[in-house]
């Protein structure tokens, strides 16, 4: 049965987000849309299904019912403010499931599926919603499975311990933005394609805040491309951002602080060409073990650039130089908190956090790289941490000898200057 009521819904109540424009005004200049705006939807349906007006013996059965009432032109299903004890939702195309951020869905003791799954659907959306997944273990969030034009906004998800949020299989043109996750683990929010192909594409994740995730807690991107991760808040969790096998991905002015682990990390994986194309601009990442990293993976990597990012005061390293990219006008704490592994690297126009130019390679400090530095380097050939002339100033590939590599990488940027 369809239940108009309108005249008993406040409009506020259905709004994705308090102030929707306040997101976009935000942003800064050099934010990339993922999703054009061809690909733009809207969910302003005429008939609105209130689950108050179905019975059943259970709030599951409740719900179910309304989101099978949804017809072929789309709904909206209104979930009225209260505590809603239901899983195992399964919801189809057309569907605007929304609450009034005093609704919760929170997950019975007893099992861990999924709260609500759209497999092969497409024109939805799930807004104003408290997700509540009270500790249970192993237990799931918001599935999503092969689908296109969606979006998830303004939703707040609690005590989930594995995937707040999944996104798998062929996924394109969707919007995950302006939600909270707190204390949930294991990638809270997950894309994940497939190795080999990008399977997943044209998306947007933006302004989420994500706290206290301490397992496993990150924003998790892998086999995607075409897609931007932008103004996001990671504060007290394990991770920060991570992709895998990742194509076109911008990672722009997020704030990434407190983590236990990587703040940023660029992984590969057999199976899979590698990572291409990404551009990591405008950062704040501070006090968490590794400010950025490849970690793990030996596919390739082409094409990173990192520009005016503040990585300071992590713990080991600000930047882990394990995979080729170019440095552009960042800061970072000091010289001493970076380490360069992959000679394939550039670096112009960094500081440290008093403004002290960083030149990699510049072992007197005069700002640029000629024979004072080369030469120093080859007479101290050959020499390791126990050689009593060591200077690790020299060893700017960080393997603990001065070698050819060292050579090599002032060699090829002779005279070049900061």
């Known amino acids: 049965m369809f239940s108009v009521v309108l005249s008993t819904i406040r409009a506020a109540e259905l709004e994705p987000c308090s102030s929707s424009n306040l997101c976009n005004s935000a942003r800064p200049q050099r934010f990339v849309d993922s999703i054009s705006k061809d690909d733009v939807f809207t969910m302003d349906y005429e008939i609105i299904i209130n689950v108050s007006d179905y019975d059943g013996e259970s709030d599951t059965e ?33 569907t605007r499931f929304t609450g009034t951020n005093e609704t919760i869905l929170r997950r019975p003791f007893n099992t861990t599926v999924h709260f609500i799954k759209f497999e092969n659907e497409s024109r939805f959306s799930i807004v104003n919603m408290i997700f509540e997944g009270q500790n249970v273990s192993e237990a799931t969030g918001i599935l999503i499975l092969n689908s296109s034009q969606f979006q998830i906004i303004n939703n707040t998800f609690a005590d989930i311990s594995v995937n707040a949020v999944r996104i798998t299989g062929f996924c394109e043109n969707f919007r995950i933005e302006d ?15 497939s190795p080999g192909e990008r399977l997943i594409t044209n998306f947007t994740i933006a302004h989420n805040l994500l706290i206290n ?9 892998a086999f995607a491309a075409d897609g931007t991760i932008a103004n996001n808040t990671v504060k007290d969790c394990e991770y920060g951002i991570a992709t895998r096998g990742v194509s076109q991905i911008v990672i722009i002015s997020n704030h990434i602080e407190n983590c236990l ?10 199976a899979d060409p590698g990572s ?24 390739p990597i082409h094409n990173v650039t990192l520009t005016e990012n503040t990585l300071v005061y992590n713990e080991e390293w ?3 130089a394990d995979f080729p990219a170019t440095f552009i006008n960042n800061t970072i704490t000091s010289a001493v908190k970076l380490r360069i592994i992959n000679a394939n ?46 200077n690790p100033l020299a060893d700017i590939i960080a393997d603990n000898i001065i070698d050819m590599k060292d050579i090599a990488f002032r060699a090829t940027r002779f005279w070049s200057e900061w």
């Open 62 to 94: 409740r719900i179910q019912k309304a989101l099978d009432d949804v017809p072929p032109e789309g709904a909206t299903v209104f979930l009225p403010k209260g505590v809603w004890e239901a899983c195992n939702l399964t919801a189809k195309s057309g």
């Open 261 to 270: 682990s990587y703040a940023i990390y660029l992984g590969t994986q057999p």
């Open 276 to 299: 291409t194309n990404i551009e990591i601009t405008q950062n704040y990442i501070a006090d968490c073990s590794v400010g950025i990293s490849r970690w793990y993976g030996s596919q």
């Open 318 to 320: 600000d930047i882990y």
């Open 213 to 221: 995730g301490t397992d496993n807690g990150k924003i998790g991107i």
């Open 345 to 390: 690297v550039e670096f112009k126009g960094n500081t440290n956090a008093t403004g002290h130019p960083i030149m990699p390679g510049d072992m007197n400090d005069d700002l640029r790289i000629d024979m004072k530095d080369i030469g120093p380097t080859a007479i101290l050939f050959g020499c390791t941490p126990s050689s009593e002339k060591w």
């Open 179 to 193: 939600n909270k996750l707190t204390r949930c683990d294991i990638a809270p929010i997950i894309l994940f394609g």
